[in-house]
């Protein structure tokens, strides 16, 4: 059973990149046909996607954030990544990894979460 | 640009039936799927392409996606499934889609 882990700083500064890690065990990254994900949740509200990346390394990203986000993997550590540049106080939420992903879903898989603020 | 519309809070007495609803431009063309997310806990899949459930997800779960609107059913609801639920499709526009989500309450 794929299991995802998402890492990376907790608190990052206005202006500055976040960069945050998803750690996938229990299977390999590069197998099959998948969507691997990147979804934020602001405290008390909904979850908004971040975008995802697939298994031959093309993006899709959200209109909103295109601008500032960048998706990668690295399928020798089997992880993949996400970076948001430029981030605001609005950018301070819980930050999932979630996969595998078909075209159509998320994942059955989430990480527990990670809870980034941006914050001077 | 495409957008979900859910309603914000359902009630249902214990052993009744709740539907939930989720309503986009035709969304009956689009594959839709449902998210449970309790408490402090990781979002979980339910529904996916419509109304299939993954393994390990009760039988009383269903849903349908028809016209513009898609909708989960939870029949015999029990208080373990109070939680948030979320609606998700993909645009080829917008890419992925999320509902604002619906607080169920289990009176």
């Known amino acids: 059973q794929v299991q995802l882990q998402e890492s990376g700083p907790g608190l990052v500064k206005p202006s500055q990149t976040l960069s945050l890690t998803c750690s996938v065990s229990g299977g390999s990254i590069s197998s099959g046909s998948y969507y691997w994900s990147w979804i934020r949740q602001p405290a008390g509200k909904g979850l908004e996607w971040i975008g995802r990346?697939?298994?031959?390394?093309?993006?899709n990203y959200n209109p909103s954030l295109k601008s500032r986000v960048t998706i990668s993997v690295n399928t020798s550590k089997n992880q993949f990544s996400l970076k948001l540049s430029s981030v605001t106080a609005a950018d301070t939420a819980v930050y999932y990894c979630?996969?595998?992903?078909?075209?159509?879903?998320?994942?059955?898989?989430w990480g527990q979460g990670t809870t980034v603020t941006v914050s001077s | 640009s495409f957008e979900l519309t859910q309603p914000p809070s359902v009630s249902v007495s214990p052993g009744q039936t709740a539907s939930i609803t989720c309503s986009g431009h035709?969304?009956?063309?689009?594959?839709a799927c449902w998210y449970q997310q309790k408490p402090g806990q990781s979002p979980v899949l339910v529904i996916y392409?419509?109304?299939k459930r993954p393994s390990g997800i009760p039988e009383r779960l269903s849903a349908s996606n028809s016209g513009n609107t898609a909708t989960l059913t939870i029949s015999g609801t029990q208080a373990m499934d109070e939680a948030d639920y979320y609606c998700?499709?993909?645009?080829?526009?917008?890419?992925?889609?999320f509902g604002g989500g619906t607080k169920l309450t289990v009176l």
């Open positions: 990346i697939y298994t031959s390394g093309s993006t």
């Open positions: 035709k969304l009956g063309d689009k594959y």
């Open positions: 392409q419509d109304s």
């Open positions: 998700q499709a993909w645009d080829s526009s917008t890419g992925v889609v």
């Open positions: 979630a996969g595998p992903g078909t075209g159509t879903t998320s994942g059955d898989v």
